[in-house]
């Protein structure tokens, strides 16, 4: 699980600096963007009572914010969908400081999201961005982004069925069987996890570790399965949430048409999908009880490599260098990651012993910082 | 010391960065270290990065220190020596940079384009310089691994195992080494993580390690610092302006093998834990027994000011002193520079604490092993201290202005 969006790294940034740098691209424009561009950020005022964005109206394309925080409160601001999935959200910005988050946004209709405090619903405003965002920059990222969409809805799908499946064997009272299908029936959703986390409220119901759970909230999903079969050693009492998670993934694959993807979020989500891998998987904590960890990192690595091999015509275009050094990293990821398979697949995390993970983690780190150059890259 | 550098500083890039970003990279003019050592430097000041040596051995001891070993990813042979190059070309332009309070790359930490992580980390802007010196060593591994272990020098043995040593792997050895020691820790563990960063793909760190209280001077006119036993440390150490002992006992001469080393050094890595629960319950007469040196003057026991000759023969002969003093070991000198730690605790409601011992020799064949050799067996401090990490580098030579780290052996 992965509760924030990328976008907001692009956005991390000392206060002090922001004025510069909004000087600094004005003079080099906006030309990183894959959209139309702004002459310079948007200003948000935000108080412990208000949240006042310098106009209400933007022009299409990528939009830069800037929160000045004049409260006295740790600050957040989110730019949201009508259904209130997340564009991006710029977090931490302390009381008399300001923070910068860039977004890609359609024309259409938004809310912008003051978080005083950083709990509760916030403050919001609407917001409308018009006009026709200049195209692409690149006509071969269209068919990428295409192609991709295709890829989701069939890894989304691949997940529904194995999720069926899992629920039926809960339902049978199958332990061995449930057992067997839980991690495979999880492939799909590591493949495309950071779309399916754009959605915002899916994430949380379907993929929550025990270790997120803030008190009071309910704890359902992949997870409570999980701990049912694996740690508790039985079935019972899991047929609800089974069925539950089979109407998330539903849900999921349902949604998956109008998700908003561009050629920007797609190179993000390639970045995140290593993250990932590098936050929660090589400790093990991911899959806690069941320890399939790495199940979840080879799926994991299959969605970032599917993200690179569909931009890598306009990569190798535009980087060449970035191009090589992407597939050479992913190489001997995936040669480590084949080292440890066994006829009957992946063996339990368990069995990887210190000196092993260290050398899959230097492999995921090797990966990740080329990786976390894609987007500029592509998007340039 | 040299004038500084005429770059522009973290400080005034910071000021500038509108115009600068504008006018593009602004011009910078290195400083260079002359084959003279150092005096006393100012705080906060530049130590320039060129010269014959490198920084960080000679110069004054700075306050802190941010040390960590590197493991190369690389497959042998000349491939891997590629990627290695690659990178120490790319470690050298940033540690000129750095050293001088520059970003790693002109406008790193606040870039134009906001669609990619910043390139320099941004945690040192407008900090000063703070006397920042990197200086890289080579384990034994880098020579097998970058296909070259025929130019290995023979001076870099396997360290023995020392009496009573209990050395952890994971904290010792690594295939390169890079000391970065400044007057502000926020400084050293900058660069530290900004050449880790670069490293990513090439090499991973291994071990790392914070030091303060600089056990060590190099300045014998200033006052000598003290160690966490109380006690004065490295009083009669070499002095940093003392070119005819440096030529002797520290940089490795023209004549010495291998040919590439010449003007470098070997550097000596051990993390001694320090029981210093168990010293405090000592008696102050038995501290001074055990150190030979009386604990506020730090003169000699039996004499009455610091800098008084130390008479070997004259000191209780299992004394740190007695056994360490050059009289006892045939002229042998090595020069100190360690840093003290105190990493958290040891499970058992100690403090983990004690000395990161760094020293610089010509031949550590001729000078630290058999000076441990002798510690580890006779010191009657060796109560106190277990050894638990160990390095030996070879530190290359100094480097010039448009060359990089150990070109002298990767390009022989």
């Known amino acids: 699980v992965h509760t924030h969006a990328r976008p907001t790294r692009a956005g991390v940034r000392a206060g002090v600096l922001v004025g510069v740098l909004l000087g600094a691209a004005g003079l080099a424009g906006c030309s990183s963007s894959s959209g139309g561009s702004q002459a310079g950020a948007i200003t948000v005022t935000g108080t412990d009572t208000a949240c006042t964005p310098q106009t209400s109206q933007v022009a299409a394309g990528t939009v830069a914010f800037r929160l000045e925080n004049q409260g006295s409160r740790v600050n957040e601001l989110y ?138 909230q309910t704890w359902t999903g992949w997870h409570v399965i999980e701990k049912g079969l694996f740690r508790s050693g ?104 084949d080292g440890h398979r066994t006829s009957a697949g992946f063996p339990s995390y368990t069995s990887i012993t210190q000196d092993q993970r260290r050398t899959l983690s230097e492999a995921v780190d090797a990966a990740s910082d080329p990786l976390s150059r894609l987007t500029a890259a592509v998007a340039s | 010391v040299s004038g500084p550098a005429t770059g522009t500083s973290r400080r005034a890039a910071l000021g500038l960065l509108g115009s600068a970003v504008a006018a593009g990279a602004a011009g910078v003019t290195w400083a260079v270290r002359t084959g003279d050592a150092e005096a006393a430097a100012t705080p906060g000041t530049a130590v320039p990065f060129h010269g014959d040596h490198q920084a960080g051995i000679a110069t004054a001891v700075q306050d802190r220190l941010h040390m960590a070993a590197f493991d190369l990813r690389v497959a042998g042979g000349s491939s891997g020596r590629a990627a290695v190059v690659r990178m120490l070309r790319q470690w050298t332009g940033a540690a000129a940079r750095m050293t001088q309070g520059l970003e790693t790359v002109d406008g790193g930490a606040a870039p134009t384009i906001l669609d990619a992580p910043p390139e320099d980390t941004g945690e040192a802007l407008a900090l000063p310089p703070s006397r920042l010196t990197l200086t890289l060593g080579l384990g034994p591994g880098f ?188 002229g042998v000198r090595i020069l100190r520079r360690g840093y003290s730690y105190v990493d958290g605790s040891d499970g058992f409601g100690h403090l983990d604490a004690g000395l990161f011992f760094i020293a610089f020799c010509r031949d550590p064949r001729t000078q630290y092993v058999p000076l441990q050799t002798r510690l580890a067996r006779s010191d009657a401090m060796t109560e106190y201290l277990t050894h638990t990490a160990s390095g030996l580098y070879a530190v290359p030579p100094g480097v010039r202005p448009g060359q990089y780290w150990a070109q002298s052996l990767l390009e022989a």
């Open chain 1, 79 to 216: 730019v949201l969908r009508p259904d209130g999935s997340i564009v991006g959200e710029r977090e931490n910005v302390g009381p008399g400081t300001s923070g910068e988050l860039r977004v890609d946004m359609p024309a259409g209709s938004y809310t912008l999201q003051c978080k005083p405090g950083m709990t509760g619903d916030g403050i919001r405003t609407a917001i409308t961005a018009t006009g026709a965002a200049t195209a692409a920059s690149d006509p071969r990222l269209g068919p990428a982004v295409t192609a991709y969409r295709g890829y989701v809805l069939t890894e989304a799908k691949r997940s529904l069925a194995g999720a069926q499946q899992l629920r039926d064997a809960v339902a049978a009272g199958n332990l061995a069987e449930a057992k067997a299908l839980y991690a495979s029936s999880r492939v799909g959703w590591e493949r495309i996890e950071p779309v399916a986390e754009s959605f915002g409220d899916l994430d949380p119901r379907i993929d929550l570790r025990e270790a997120d759970l803030e008190s009071g």
């Open chain 2, 143 to 330: 020579f097998a691994k970058t296909g070259l272990d025929d130019s290995r020098p023979s001076a870099l043995v396997d360290l023995p195992r020392f009496k009573g040593d209990d050395i952890d792997p994971a904290r010792s050895g690594g295939d390169l080494v890079v000391q970065a020691c400044a007057d502000d820790p926020q400084v050293a563990v900058h660069a530290i993580r900004n050449l880790a960063r670069m490293a990513t793909g090439t090499a991973a760190v291994r071990w790392s390690q914070l030091g303060f209280g600089r056990t060590s001077s190099t300045t014998p006119t200033e006052q000598t610092p003290r160690n966490l036993f109380g006690f004065k440390d490295g009083t009669n150490n070499i002095a940093g302006d003392d070119e005819a002992t440096l030529n002797q006992h520290v940089w490795v001469g023209a004549g010495d093998d291998p040919g590439w080393m010449t003007g470098g050094s070997y550097l000596v890595a051990r993390r001694i834990a320090m029981r210093i629960e168990s010293w405090d319950r000592v008696s102050l007469r038995e501290q001074e027994d055990v150190t030979g040196r009386h604990k506020i003057s730090g003169a000699p026991v039996g004499a009455t000011a610091e800098h008084d000759p130390v008479q070997v023969s004259a000191l209780p002969p299992t004394a740190h002193v007695a056994i360490a003093h050059p009289d006892a070991n045939g």
């Open chain 1, 234 to 337: 039985t079935t019972k009492g899991l047929k609800p949430v089974a069925d539950r998670l089979v109407t998330d993934l539903q849900d999921l694959v349902r949604r998956v048409p109008t998700a908003e993807i561009s050629a920007t979020s797609m190179a993000n989500g390639a970045a995140e999908l290593l993250d990932e891998v590098a936050k929660t998987k090589i400790t093990g904590e991911e899959e806690a009880f069941s320890h399939t960890d790495l199940v979840d990192i080879q799926a994991n690595v299959d969605g970032a490599r599917q993200v690179v091999t569909l931009l890598r015509p306009v990569l190798t275009a535009k980087s060449p260098d970035l191009a090589t050094q992407l597939e050479s990293s992913l190489a001997d990821l995936q040669k480590i990651l």
